[in-house]
């Protein structure tokens, strides 16, 4: 980018302050300027252009005088033919794609005509506004002329067999055959009789054939005599099957090493007498050699310009959760270091307070990891059968004082509401989520309309709204705010795309929330206009199978002691786990082993040692994960509870969230008091 930059002097322009170029005009500069493919970066109403090495190939003596000039003037000779598009995009915001575009372009000094693949996809401002095009190209002019050479030859080769076919018969046909062949010069034809004896062919065949296998046919001789043994053995069976009537195409590298292997492109069509009888057949080869290299260079710059684009995907991310958990580390490492400080010198008022901001912090970087996990679609939920009108009406007090007494709240609640099977907690931060962007969408007030109902989707909406047919139970929320225009709407669930100012949203919002839809064999939609309010929609699968309580009311603040000297194996291999766990679990009275891996944990398990439940992460070093653990327990110990405790694991690992009776998950990090609340059902549902 250095180099192109000093060819031109743009002190007039802001183009010369890369400094003060917005994020999206940076991503994309250094995307096109490191792509191999054809490209530019044209920006501004005047289509300002920036570009790469592969484009001064087109450029020419253009070259550098067109950087940081007007698209329109660098190719006035092409601009009508794509001024229109070209401004389509910058005025909709919706980027084009045309195949085999041509163009009359002057080239070297010339007028030429040429062929091209062309792509504009838009460049947006951090407002949603349109700032520019990112322009790609692939010329195809080769393979558009081989294309049509390749027709060309076909057709000659059709209009000589039906020549053939009413001249045949005369006693001159081998005399005429052979001079309705050495007139086509577009590819190699050679005709066979039914010994496979070349009775013509063109100098194109000739001058082919010398090249691949350093020998000129002669009449008479058998084609597959004359290939190597491997090659002789695949023509004969392509001969064999055009004498036997059929017409057919195949594709493949013929030759020998030492001089050429090209590849080609072989047709086989039989030949046919005054009666309609097969006396022979025509042998058509075009080269496809560098058509093939033509697609296989395509193909690698579009994997090049996939990886630019996922490397700077992943430096979003990575640059964002960097500066939240950096944030949200220094409140939990601060605390405790003012907790250790003040207990040192005997201070221990304000302990309690340092407490509760350390918890904060650590609740809040759960909560994002979760936001991760539901993104990309790998976190562990714990479903269970879900009453949701039940659900969102002991939600009610928490998102009005969520939202505030300048938003009305009003919930609408279906009749007769079908049960779903989901993770409540989720659901529950969906819908909180959900609430908090529309409050975002009011400032300054309005009305939230939470709506929940039973709805039927028939092949007929499946088509129209890509959710699958069936019934669901449909939750949405919708407010009367600002809107989004189309295309924000349309990119509402990518992650992260966000429209709030750097620092005050990590993208990860609503695609968390299409995530855990999808995870719950549900969908999820947006409707959006501007002025007009938004209303974002879950479908969640109807539950057909035995319905279930669901589980409400609040844990107690201190969990009380009730072990009663049951035994708790806990395997995790993070030693601090093990301890603060284990910890938990003695003050309530029950008595813990603890194993660090798998294999020490079998061992406990296959002796003779009592074991009353098994908690386990589920990812454990040593070639044996948790649930390979609790299968085989189970196998001399066929009635011994399990809880799994995990802060990630594939949904394989646990047969994708079908555990057996008595099996149970919960997802680091945890509360104490809900862990042993689990522990302490586990273990009267076992007694």
């Known amino acids: 980018m250095g180099r192109l930059m000093r060819a031109h002097d743009w002190a007039a322009t802001p183009l010369d302050q890369p400094e003060s170029w917005p994020q999206s005009l940076r991503s994309m500069v ?104 990112l322009k790609q190209g692939v010329e195809t002019t080769a393979q558009v002329l081989s294309e049509r050479a390749k027709l060309q030859a076909e057709e000659e080769l059709r209009a000589l067999n039906a020549s053939l076919e009413c001249r045949i018969a005369e006693r001159t ?72 009537g059929e017409s057919f195409t195949v594709a493949g590298e013929f030759g020998i090493p030492e001089l050429a292997k090209p590849s080609l492109e072989v047709s086989y069509y039989p030949m046919h ?19 093939l290299r033509d697609q296989a260079a395509l193909l690698s710059a579009q994997d090049a310009l996939r990886q630019a684009q996922k490397m700077e995907s992943v430096g979003q991310l990575t640059g964002g959760l960097a500066h939240d958990f950096n944030n949200l580390l220094a409140g939990i490492t601060n605390s405790l270091e003012l907790i250790k400080r003040r207990a040192a010198g005997g201070h221990y008022e304000d302990i309690e307070r340092y407490v509760g901001i350390g918890l904060g912090a650590a609740k809040r970087a759960a909560a994002l990891t979760h936001r991760l996990l539901a993104f990309s679609r790998r976190q562990t939920l714990e479903p269970k059968v879900l009453a949701i009108n039940r659900l969102i009406g002991e939600m009610e007090d928490l998102i009005q004082r969520t939202i505030g007494p300048q938003i009305e709240l009003q919930v609408v609640t279906g009749n007769a509401l079908w049960t779903v099977k989901a993770d409540a907690s989720q659901l529950e931060n969906a819908v ?70 750097i620092g005050q949203g990590t993208g990860l919002g609503l695609s968390m929330i299409y995530g855990f839809a999808k995870q719950s064999g549900g969908h999820a939609r947006i409707h959006s206009a501007p002025g007009a309010g938004s209303m974002v929609c879950l479908y969640l699968p109807r539950y057909l199978g035995p319905e279930t309580e669901v589980e409400s ?34 003050e309530l009275g029950y008595i813990v082993l603890d194993a660090g891996d798998g294999a020490e944990a079998l061992r406990l398990l296959q002796s003779n040692k009592r074991v009353d439940l098994l908690v386990s992460d589920v990812g454990l070093p040593g070639g044996m994960n948790g649930r390979q653990l609790a299968d085989a327990a189970r196998a001399t110990r066929p009635n011994l509870k399990t809880l799994f405790i995990t802060g990630y694991a594939e949904n394989a690992v646990l047969s994708h969230g079908h555990l057996e009776p008595g099996m149970e998950v919960m997802t680091k990090p945890f509360e104490l008091n809900a862990f042993a609340d689990r522990v302490k059902r586990l273990l009267e549902a076992a007694s």
């Not at 066979?192 to 002669?218: K, P, T």
């Not at 039973?454 to 047919?469: Q, S, V, W, Y």
């Open 432 to 501: 909180l989520n959900l609430c908090v962007n529309a409050r975002d969408a009011m400032p300054d007030g309005g009305k939230l309309t939470i709506e929940t109902a039973n709805r039927h989707i028939d092949n007929r909406h499946a088509k129209e709204t890509g959710i699958e047919p069936g019934d669901y139970v449909y939750v949405s929320v919708c407010d009367n705010g600002v809107g989004m225009a189309p295309e924000t709407a349309a990119r509402a669930f990518d992650p992260f795309f966000t429209t709030k100012p």
């Open 173 to 244: 046909s081998a005399l005429l055959l052979h001079e309705n062949i050495v007139q086509s010069h577009r590819s190699a034809i050679c005709a066979f009789d039914l010994e496979g004896r070349i009775v013509a062919f063109n100098q194109a065949q000739s001058s082919e054939f010398f090249r691949m296998f350093g020998h000129h046919v002669q009449k008479g001789e058998v084609l597959p005599d004359l290939l190597p043994p491997d090659q002789g053995r695949l023509i004969r069976e392509f001969m064999t099957r055009a004498l036997s």
């Open 30 to 133: 250094g995307a096109c300027l490191n792509s191999p493919m054809l490209g530019a970066v044209l920006w501004g109403p005047e289509l300002l252009m920036l570009y790469n090495d592969a484009y001064l190939v087109s450029l020419a003596d253009r070259h550098p005088p067109a950087l940081g000039r007007a698209f329109a003037d660098v190719w006035g000779d092409t601009w009508e033919q794509v001024e229109a598009p070209f401004l389509e995009a910058m005025k909709t915001g919706k980027g084009f794609e045309r195949k085999c575009v041509e163009l009359a372009m002057v080239r070297r000094g010339k007028q030429e005509t040429t062929w091209w693949d062309i792509t504009a996809t838009p460049i947006w401002g951090e407002d949603g506004t349109v700032l520019g095009l």
């Open 553 to 586: 009311g609040p844990l107690p603040d201190d969990a009380t002691a009730d072990g009663r000297g049951q035994v708790v194996l806990l395997v995790d291999d993070e030693s601090s786990v093990r301890l603060l766990v284990g910890e938990i679990l003695t």
């Open 273 to 291: 007498d005054a009666e309609g009888r097969i006396i022979g057949a025509f042998h058509n080869a075009t080269d496809v050699s560098e058509h």
